[in-house]
């Protein structure tokens, strides 16, 4: 009987009571991919990356569908309102796109990384636009 196999991905866990729309990017052969929605619901995990990692910098951003709330960084990437995965961080708006701020998430170069996502960490849709 053989043993299972280990599957190394990027997972995002949604610790939340809410269901959460996730996007990421990274780098793939040099060049950058961005990609989403994943529809994470609450208290599950979901693989956005499969296999083993072959960057160690990949960037976030997830939106809390019920408050609104967002987790977001200062990378901003090319990312559209409906599915899906675009080449290319440049002319985000000239190609048709919004351009949205993405968190880091530094693996240290390891073949799998998890991140969970929680109410405390994301930011309210009112304090953005203070």
Same mark, same amino acid.
């Given at each position: 009987?053989? +043993? $299972?196999?280990?599957?190394?991905?990027?997972? &995002? %866990? *949604? *610790?939340? @009571?809410? #269901? &959460?729309?996730?996007?990421?990017?990274?780098?793939?052969?040099? =060049?950058?991919?961005?990609?989403?929605?994943?529809?994470? $619901? $609450?208290?599950? %995990?979901?693989? #956005?990356?499969?296999?083993? #990692?072959?960057?160690?910098?990949?960037? #976030?951003?997830?939106?809390?569908? =019920?408050?609104?709330?967002?987790?977001?960084? $200062? &990378?901003?990437? %090319?990312?559209?309102?409906?599915?899906?995965?675009?080449?290319?961080? @440049? =002319? %985000?708006? +000239?190609?048709?796109?919004?351009?949205?701020?993405?968190?880091?998430?530094?693996?240290?170069?390891? @073949?799998?990384?998890?991140?969970?996502?929680?109410? +405390?960490?994301?930011?309210?849709?009112?304090?953005?636009?203070?």
């Amino acid at each position: 009987m053989q +043993a $299972p196999v280990a599957h190394a991905d990027l997972k &995002v %866990c *949604n *610790n939340t @009571k809410s #269901l &959460v729309g996730v996007s990421v990017g990274y780098r793939e052969k040099g =060049d950058w991919t961005v990609q989403g929605w994943w529809r994470i $619901p $609450p208290e599950v %995990c979901a693989s #956005l990356v499969e296999g083993d #990692l072959s960057s160690r910098y990949y960037y #976030l951003h997830a939106e809390d569908a =019920d408050t609104g709330g967002r987790w977001r960084g $200062p &990378v901003f990437m %090319c990312t559209s309102s409906k599915q899906y995965k675009i080449k290319g961080l @440049k =002319d %985000c708006f +000239a190609r048709g796109f919004e351009r949205t701020g993405f968190f880091e998430v530094d693996t240290g170069n390891q @073949k799998s990384w998890q991140v969970r996502l929680n109410e +405390a960490d994301q930011t309210k849709k009112e304090q953005e636009t203070q």
